[in-house]
Structures are given as structure tokens and as C-alpha cells.
């Protein structure tokens, strides 16, 4: 029997699907039929049920699979002992939300890069609730994202927060010196997809106050949202850090509001169980690290080893 094979099988079993362990492993969905054939040869029994539209296991694939995941397990210990020296190439899947992506995210992936040698990232941005599904579907191996994820399966380890704020232009700024609620919600509102937790908290506290339907432009890109508020289309709910080089050069300025954002919580969140989770488990730790001397105005700690939130 080909160690090939049973992986192959624990890929098939773990995320659901034929198709979606070709993707994973990027090989044909014909090869993976072919595998698992083979390896239901060896066995003498069908691993998988046949004429359903997932990959369900059958009870021979059941007694399998506990012995596919020690199989894998052990692939990954011997990677770990001989890390120093092996050329073979982990790809970590990696999920970030977008304020990660245009903070800090570039800089870490090159730090990895020079203080863990032989691993690879196949980086997907999304929204928080997209990520939350990748997550839980195994379609990636670590996430960072607005969690925590509140499922028992998944570790979730604080990494940082960033502060929300009010900002436009100073020509729409101007209009008011004190920006109470009803005057922000009668102007256009540009913020973050409307599935996201900002998002909803936000409508919900201006609907309370506005005698008219609220106009909010959303977007899952950070980027068009900065450029929207820069040309004055609005003004603009986002995390400090992400439009800090926009109000150092004054194109955008702070709204005097006492209306005050809720900060948005990120986790490094991954699956337990997963035999990816000892290596990102330490690609978490090394986070820590990374992040300390990095952080700027508007992000901080959220981390439970320390002893109070420091902003910077």
C-alpha cells in the first residue's frame, strides 16, 4: 500500500470532497479517483460510499481514518526533526481579512520567510464570516480575522486590535465644529462589507438616531473606501491605522464626535486537530514576536500573556 494513497484519503475525507482534495494536493480529480481505487484495492473494501454528492466514509473508511491521521501526523513529525536541513516545502493555507492584508501581513509572510525556511503560503483575503466558513470546512489552515471563532474545534489566539474612527475630508469636516450622531448619520456612510460585524454595529446605532434611511457605501476593499472618502464622496468609518497615512497628509481629518466605534478584535484562529496545527501553531507563536516592535498608532496588543492593553 502507497503512503501516497492513505494521504490522499485523509485529504478526500477531511475536506468533503474529491474535487476539493484535488485542489488541495492541485492534482486532477481523475488521479484522486485513481488513488483511492488503488488504495481500496490493497484494502479488499470501499473506503467511500458510492452514488452520494459528498465524500461520506464508509464504516471500513471510519476504521481508516483514525490510522491516515497518525500517518500524516508522523509525515509532519519527521518534517519538524529534520527542519534544519530538509528541502521539502509545507504550504500553510492562509486566510486574512483585508485590514491584516494592508497593516502588517506583507511585512510577516518575509519575516517568515527568513526565520522559518521550507514553508509556503497560499494566502486568500476575504471577509471575516467567509473566512469563518473556510475555516470550518478546512479550506484553509489558519485564519486571521475578527474571531474569536466560537467553535470547540478551532484555537483561537488574540494577536491585536485597531482603533475605529470617524474621519472625511477637512472641506466636509468643517460643515459642523461638534459632529453629534443625527450629522454623521445624514451624510454618507463608506465602511467595511455589510455582513461584517463594524458594518452592523454601526447602521444599527445611526438608524437610532436618523429620521431618514441611511446611505452607506460598503466595500470589501479597504483601498476604494480610503479613495472614496480622499475625493469627498463621504465620510468613512475605518480603523486609524489603515487611513493614518491619509490623515498624516491631510487629506482626511477626524470628526470631534462623541459617538465612539466599537475596536475590532483579531485572532490567529486554526483548526486543533489538523495535522497542519503544530506548524501553525508556532507560525502563531512567531507572531507575537513580529508584532511587538511593529505595531503603530492605532493598533495594539489583545494578546492574553500581557497584563494590559498598551496602545502605541
Known amino acids: 500500500m ?7 484519503f485523509y485529504w478526500v475525507s477531511t475536506l468533503g470532497s474529491f474535487r476539493a482534495a484535488a485542489i488541495h494536493l492541485n492534482i486532477s480529480q481523475p488521479a484522486i479517483s485513481a488513488r483511492i481505487h488503488m488504495l481500496e484495492q490493497d484494502l479488499g473494501a470501499w473506503v467511500f460510499l458510492r452514488d452520494v454528492r459528498n465524500a461520506e466514509l464508509t464504516p ?21 526533526a529534520f527542519s534544519s536541513t530538509t528541502r521539502i516545502v509545507q504550504t500553510i493555507r492562509l486566510g486574512a481579512a483585508e485590514t491584516i492584508v494592508t497593516s502588517w501581513l506583507p511585512e510577516f509572510l518575509a519575516y517568515v520567510g527568513k526565520t522559518m525556511p521550507g514553508i509556503a503560503f497560499e494566502l486568500s483575503v476575504d471577509t471575516t464570516n467567509n473566512l469563518r466558513n473556510a475555516l470550518l470546512l478546512r479550506e484553509v489552515d489558519l485564519a486571521f480575522l ?17 482603533e475605529m474612527v470617524l474621519s472625511t475630508t477637512p472641506d466636509i469636516a468643517s460643515q459642523h465644529t461638534h459632529w453629534s450622531a443625527p450629522d454623521i448619520a ?16 454601526i447602521r444599527s446605532r445611526l438608524v437610532a438616531v436618523s429620521d431618514v434611511p441611511l446611505d452607506m457605501t460598503t466595500s470589501t476593499s479597504v483601498g476604494a473606501l480610503i479613495e472614496l472618502a480622499c475625493s469627498g464622496y463621504g465620510i468613512c468609518a475605518l480603523p486609524r491605522a489603515i487611513i493614518q497615512q491619509a490623515l498624516s497628509s491631510g487629506k482626511l481629518v477626524e470628526l470631534n464626535t462623541d459617538l465612539q466605534l466599537q475596536d475590532l478584535s483579531f485572532t490567529a484562529s486554526y483548526v486543533q486537530s489538523a495535522v497542519t496545527s503544530e506548524m501553525v501553531r508556532k507560525i502563531t507563536e512567531s507572531l507575537t514576536t513580529f508584532l511587538e516592535p511593529r505595531l503603530r498608532d492605532g493598533i495594539y496588543f489583545t494578546g492574553a500573556s500581557q497584563s494590559a492593553i498598551e496602545r502605541i
Request: with cysteine; net charge neutral; hydrophobic share 35%.
Open 146 to 162: 475578527m474571531g474569536p471563532v466560537a467553535e470547540s474545534s478551532i484555537a483561537n489566539n488574540p494577536i491585536c486590535g485597531y
Open 60 to 80: 471500513e473508511g471510519r476504521k481508516l481514518l483514525p490510522y491516515a491521521e497518525r500517518s500524516m501526523a508522523l509525515e509532519q513529525q519527521i518534517i519538524d
Open 2 to 8: 502507497k503512503i501516497r494513497n492513505l494521504d490522499t
Open 186 to 201: 445624514a451624510n454618507r456612510i463608506l465602511t467595511f462589507s455589510q455582513e461584517t460585524r463594524p458594518t452592523k454595529e
